[in-house]
T-cell receptor, first 115, second 108 residues
């Protein structure tokens, strides 16, 4: 069965540095999402992306964050100047469309640790 | 803003017991998801519901749209069912809004 893949599985970065988290959604999927989960807390929505543009973003997704689909397969989340509080698990998800009766497919996540 | 409340927060049961996890949400939705998260963090989608009931193996999910309530049931529970079960809701094209999850432990 096709999967959403995320790399790296664990990223350790110094505070203030830029980080790029990568996702390869399922190939025929059209809607892409980033979520984060701070340790011990619930999963939170960051951003949704469709037709090469952001369709919705949460309050968390401030100017430090950006998303891009640089080619036909990758979907990236960039954090420009990382802060300690950006330490979290980041999940990518995708769905083919919103009308089919299909759930979102999640990647295994990238654990981001900011030192 | 949609709030998603789950109960119980923690549940410990003996192998073989029938398990029920509840989810309530505050505004109208287009779909409700039940997800499973194991230690190590990966999230697996179990069900997506917009009405009625779905069954997959020993798992059953129901939703009552009028009451804004959903339940996840596990029959003949097994230690391998131990995980965090998360309810999440979607409105239109929006991203999911998640509950805090129910930590389930099934003891042999």
């Amino acid at each position: 069965e096709p999967e959403v893949t995320q790399t790296p599985s664990h990223q350790v970065t110094q505070m203030g540095q830029e980080v790029i988290l990568r996702c390869v959604p399922i190939s025929n999927h059209l809607y892409f999402y980033w979520y984060r989960q701070i340790l011990g807390q619930k999963v939170e929505f960051l951003v949704s992306f469709y037709n090469n543009e952001i369709s919705e973003k949460s309050e968390i997704f401030d100017d430090q964050f950006s998303v891009e689909r640089p080619d036909g397969s990758n979907f990236t989340l960039k954090i420009r100047s990382t802060k300690l509080e950006d330490s979290a698990m980041y999940f990518c998800a995708s769905i083919r469309d919103l009308t089919s009766n299909q759930p979102q497919h999640f990647g295994d996540g990238t654990r981001l640790s900011i030192l | 803003k949609n709030e998603v409340e789950q109960s119980p927060q923690n549940l410990t049961a003996q192998e073989g017991e029938f398990i029920t996890i509840n989810c309530s949400y505050s505004v109208g939705i287009s779909a409700l998801h039940w997800l499973q998260q194991h230690p190590g963090g990966g999230i697996v989608s179990l069900f997506m519901l917009s009405s009625g009931k779905k069954k997959h193996g020993r798992l059953i999910a129901t939703i009552n749209i009028q009451e804004k309530h959903s339940s996840l049931h596990i029959t003949a529970s097994h230690p391998r069912d131990s995980a965090v079960y998360i309810c999440a809701v979607r409105r239109g094209a929006d991203g999911l809004t998640f509950g805090k999850g129910t930590h389930l432990i099934i003891q042999p």
